[in-house]
């Protein structure tokens, strides 16, 4: 079973870059056909996708996230991390780290990610 966790500073400030760790076990980041996704939740909203970086280390984004999203991985530690940068109290949100595969997808728990000054 693919367990996914995510990881990082709950509180960021206005014009820094947010950065996240999804660390994935139980399976290889590298495995054929997996995806490892970014999708968040802002207070009140829906679930905006934000970018994934495929089995074999290509990405691709949301255009809403394109000009400042990163997401990039690390085979060594079966780590995928997003990097938003130039954050503002928008930013404001729930962040999940998901992989899919196929039709079956594996949710991390989600970490709460702050922008204030």
């Known amino acids: 079973q693919v367990q996914l966790q995510e990881s990082g500073p709950g509180l960021v400030k206005p014009s820094q870059t947010l950065s996240l760790t999804c660390t994935v076990s139980g399976g290889s980041i590298t495995t054929n056909s997996y995806y490892w996704r970014w999708i968040r939740q802002p207070p009140g909203k829906g679930l905006e996708w934000i970018g994934y970086?495929?089995?074999?280390?290509?990405?691709y984004y949301s255009p809403s996230f394109e000009s400042r999203t990163s997401v990039s991985r690390d085979t060594s530690k079966n780590q995928v991390t997003l990097q938003l940068s130039s954050v503002t109290p928008e930013d404001t949100a729930v962040y999940y780290c998901?992989?899919?595969?196929?039709?079956?997808?594996?949710w991390g728990k989600g970490t709460l990610v702050t922008v204030s000054s």
């Open positions: 970086i495929g089995y074999s280390g290509s990405t």
């Open positions: 998901v992989g899919s595969y196929n039709a079956m997808a594996y």
